[in-house]
């Protein structure tokens, strides 16, 4: 600025110095407004934030979680300061759903911000109650006592709940970890190799592209989401993507609406390290889903990135699903998971009971577990039956009890009992040797090869757990029976008789049935 500028006909002292001119000059100019907001404005913007969260967030979570449990205390110089109600609130918002926050303070104030998480001091999750106001016809309010049949509803909806859990939407589940997750016979090896991804992902590991599957209700979403825990903890800044078939189909659709399909094509390859989808099942049929699955596929396993699929089927039974993606699914380590044996059973029923502070007999922990031999999530949710029959009834757990109200007359057991009585008894007439042989403790050639036979028999056409075979043939453990399996297996591929033996009894099998 020139020394010779007439700064006297602006300002009233004519006689400044330089240095005062230019300090009276800033005096004068409009000061640059502090990056700060009122309440009212924070008020808004949480509006604005929560209505941008509640999409991507189940109801029973954004209730939980988001509804009047936190709020914008200040924005300045590109943070902000929030102030959850308690203590857990900020642990979970911190955590859990820190990344789902930014990116909604993002979108609403279009520059990316960092979130400060406190808790509000002295303050707590729950109103006052309101003051009580005179009564009136108006606002008088009655009481019903509910009866027993109200009771037996409320009994069963706390079942059927669970049995039919919302959908949790995409966030990994914390409370899915490999410590809670009850490990036997019948799902060691998928658990093995779960872990083994968790603390390898990737080209680095030994399976990048895992592909796990089960009949419903045995623990593979469970497991899923173990292995994204897992993963969180021993490779922090990796990127995780958990989503389901159906959700995968449904960003396609709305990518191709929008017009942002490269933007899709490029998020996966470009954005994500570890891809994992549930339920891979649900794409089959989608031919244009089906195409788009298989480049993100393609791409992130060329960049060495891990990919982790469960499904009901292995990939080469799922009708509807292309070759090219059969292939593909099948070029990593692709492993079931069986329905649990006797003593897994009973682990799992105890260990979800102590979680729900249930105590459980013994008796009626050993009960449930030999009536309920197929689905984890059933006993879970028998569990979950029993306890709000406690919390209703004011009652102690006992046996009858038990099998009152969960209508247990041993059915699951004795028709596994019966369908392999049938298959052993139909295995010993065609190959004409005595059933007590079969069940006896004999080495014979031939008798060892007809109860090779009728295990691998009753393993396909009664879905017996292993346990539940062996103790039927002689008391034999569990470990017998895989080989019977096993060998059977290998020798129907080398052996077309013994192929023709398993076709004639199993239609002799159907002939009974029918």
């Known amino acids: 600025m020139s020394e010779d500028f007439p700064f006297g006909k602006f300002f009233k002292d ?26 009212e404005e924070t008020s808004d913007l949480l509006g604005e934030v929560l209505g941008l969260i509640r999409p991507n967030v189940s109801e029973q ?18 943070k902000v300061l929030i102030e959850a109600k308690t203590e857990f609130l900020k642990k979970t ?17 279009g520059r990316a911000l960092e979130v400060i998480i406190e808790v509000k001091p002295g303050a707590h999750l729950f109103k006052s109650p309101p003051k009580t106001k005179k009564k009136t016809a108006r606002n008088t309010t009655f009481t019903i006592t509910p009866t027993q049949d109200d009771l037996k509803d409320q009994v069963n909806s706390a079942f059927i709940n669970h049995m039919n859990p919302e959908d949790r939407g995409i966030l990994i589940d914390p409370n899915n970890t490999f410590s809670n997750f009850i490990v036997g016979p019948s799902n060691n090896v998928a658990v093995a190799a779960g872990k083994a991804v968790a603390k390898n992902p990737g080209k680095n590991g030994k399976y990048p592209s895992l592909y796990i599957y089960s009949s419903s209700g045995l623990g593979k979403t469970h497991l899923l989401h173990a292995v ?6 021993n490779h922090p800044s990796l990127i995780i993507k958990i989503t389901t078939g159906r959700d995968f189909m449904m960003q396609m659709v709305d990518a191709f609406q929008n017009g942002t399909i490269n933007k899709f094509r490029q998020n996966y390859p470009d954005k994500v390290d570890v891809l994992m989808i549930d339920d891979i099942h649900e794409v089959k049929n989608k031919e244009a889903t089906q195409d ?23 990939p080469k039974e799922i009708t509807g699903l292309v070759e090219r993606l059969k292939t593909r699914f099948q070029m990593g380590l692709v ?9 897994t059973r009973m682990a799992i029923l105890k260990k979800k009971a102590l979680e729900m502070d249930l105590f459980c007999p013994d008796d009626v922990i050993a009960l449930m577990a030999q009536n309920f031999t197929g689905s984890t999530r059933a006993m879970e949710g028998n569990l979950i039956k029993l306890s709000a029959y406690v919390d209703i009834h004011k009652v102690e757990i006992d046996v009858e009890v038990v099998r009152e109200l969960l209508e247990l007359n041993g059915n699951d057991n004795e ?3 019966f369908g392999i009585e049938q298959i052993a008894r139909t295995t010993a007439i065609h190959f004409r040797i005595p059933l007590a042989d079969l069940k006896s403790r004999s080495r014979s050639k031939d008798i060892v ?11 396909k056409k009664v879905h017996c757990t292993q346990q539940e075979i062996g103790q039927y043939f002689g008391g034999r453990d569990h470990t017998s029976v895989l080989h019977a399996c096993e060998k059977t297996q290998e020798n129907i591929k080398k052996n077309s008789e013994l192929g023709q033996d398993l076709q004639s009894i199993e239609g002799a099998l159907d002939d009974i049935r029918n």
């Open 93 to 109: 918002l911190a955590g859990q759903f820190l990344s789902i926050l930014s990116e909604a303070m993002q979108q609403c104030l």
């Open 14 to 39: 004519a006689d400044l110095n330089k240095s005062n001119k230019i300090d009276a000059l800033h005096n004068h100019l409009p000061r640059k407004k502090e990056d700060t907001h009122g309440p």
């Open 61 to 78: 979570q954004f209730a939980t979680y988001f509804n009047d449990t936190f709020f914008i205390k200040n924005l300045k110089d590109n």
């Open 228 to 233: 994204a825990n897992g993963i969180k903890e």
């Open 415 to 417: 028709e596994i009992s």
């Open 292 to 314: 788009e699955l298989f480049h993100v596929f393609n791409e992130l396993y060329r960049k060495g990135k891990q990919l982790i699929f469960t499904s009901d089927k292995p």
């Open 335 to 343: 492993i079931d998971i069986q329905k649990p044996d006797l003593e």
């Open 449 to 459: 090869h007809a109860r090779h036979v009728a295990m691998y028999l009753s393993r």
